[in-house]
């Protein structure tokens, strides 16, 4: 089992920059392939970023250039840096594993990021 916590999320000015942190407990976490997820109001979930175990990055188009995702395994946590950040960033955001060998997925209980204009 393998439980998410995130936090981070706040209210920032258009510009300035976040870092969104997830902290997953339980073992194997070098086998989770961990992701950032968010959901602006009335709209459906998607990915803003994820790291795979092995490391490799992906990135929605609208974050590209400006966000970094990044995992430290000895810490079992997730990190995501959002700079030049927009009203358009504002969204509940989401922290997902999905376990490596079995294919199970889990999801944190999400961190608000409010961006005013």
């Known amino acids: 089992q393998v439980q998410l916590v995130e936090s981070g999320g706040g209210l920032v000015q258009a510009g300035g920059s976040l870092r969104l942190s997830c902290a997953a407990s339980g073992r194997d976490f070098s086998l989770l392939h961990m992701g950032w997820y968010r959901q602006a109001p009335g709209k459906q979930r998607e990915l803003v970023a994820s790291?795979?175990?092995?490391?490799?990055?992906t990135y929605a188009t609208s974050v590209k250039g400006r966000s970094t995702i990044s995992r430290d395994n000895a810490q079992n946590k997730v990190s995501l840096q959002m700079d030049r950040l927009n009203p358009e960033d504002t969204a509940d955001y989401y922290c997902r594993a999905r376990h490596g060998i079995s294919g199970r997925e889990y999801w944190g209980q999400g961190t608000q990021v409010t961006v005013s204009s």
């Open positions: 790291i795979t175990r092995g490391g490799t990055t």
